[in-house]
């Protein structure tokens, strides 16, 4: 089976603090997306990536940033976290950018910044 | 643009087959129709996904109309772990910008004893 890690399932930081997200794949996938979930507002897209050090932003960036050194780790950034990113976010991963656009899940993180 | 309508909830008698309905009038020829739930707290499940033909695997089924503005997805013997939220999603079946899933609000299936 498919498994994305992810690293807390909560976590509570401070307004200003730099909040670091980790999510790991097992299955050597190419794809990797971190997205973020509110209540009435859906799954939003925040970055992915295709590949080892590549990234591409997705609906929502601002406030965030990303990193892939590692083709089974996906990091997201917050740098300064403040209280509108109090959310779930949500990382997943894919097999093959030209291939089957199916989506795996890890189990979340929820964050709250106080 | 989640591109789908659903109902916003339905219930369902444990063991009973559980239809849920989405429409998608707007489909163009290139995009699938993909199923996903999310049980309370835990991430998004891929179920199934389909272009035109019907499909069925050992999760659910799911019927395409032959116009393509519609489908369903079928549980055929639903359980009280079937309870969840139900999003009908349509996209490219290929990864880039253009295939990322967009998921609207889904349906919550509850599942009944």
């Known amino acids: 089976d498919v498994k994305v890690t992810q690293s807390s399932r909560y976590l509570v930081k401070r307004t200003g603090e730099k909040v670091f997200l980790e999510c790991v794949q097992d299955?050597?996938?190419?794809?990797m997306f971190w997205y973020r979930q509110d209540p009435g507002l859906g799954l939003r897209l925040i970055y992915f990536?295709?590949?080892?050090?590549?990234?591409e932003k997705g609906d929502i960036p601002e406030g965030y940033s990303v990193s892939r050194e590692k083709k089974e780790r996906f990091s997201l950034i917050l740098e300064s976290a403040s209280t509108n990113q109090t959310s779930m976010y949500l990382c997943a991963s894919s097999l093959d950018p030209s291939g089957k656009n199916i989506q795996y899940f890890g189990a979340g993180t929820r964050l709250s910044v106080l | 643009d989640a591109k789908t309508t659903q109902p916003t909830s339905m219930d369902c008698a444990e063991g009973r087959a559980a239809n849920l309905p989405c429409n998608h009038s707007?489909?163009?020829?290139?995009?699938?129709v993909y199923w996903y739930r999310q049980i309370h707290s835990q991430g998004p499940q891929y179920i199934i996904h389909?272009?035109?033909n019907n499909e069925t695997n050992e999760m659910a089924s799911l019927i395409i109309t032959e116009d393509r503005k519609s489908s369903t997805l079928i549980l055929p013997h639903a359980t009280l772990r079937d309870t969840a939220v139900y999003y009908c999603?349509?996209?490219?079946?290929?990864?880039?910008?253009?295939?990322?899933?967009?998921f609207g609000k889904g349906t919550k299936l509850s599942v009944k004893p």
């Open positions: 707007t489909i163009s020829g290139n995009e699938y």
């Open positions: 299955m050597d996938h190419e794809n």
């Open positions: 999603i349509v996209r490219p079946h290929y990864g880039g910008s253009q295939g990322n899933l967009i």
């Open positions: 990536s295709y590949d080892v050090k590549m990234k």
């Open positions: 389909g272009l035109k």
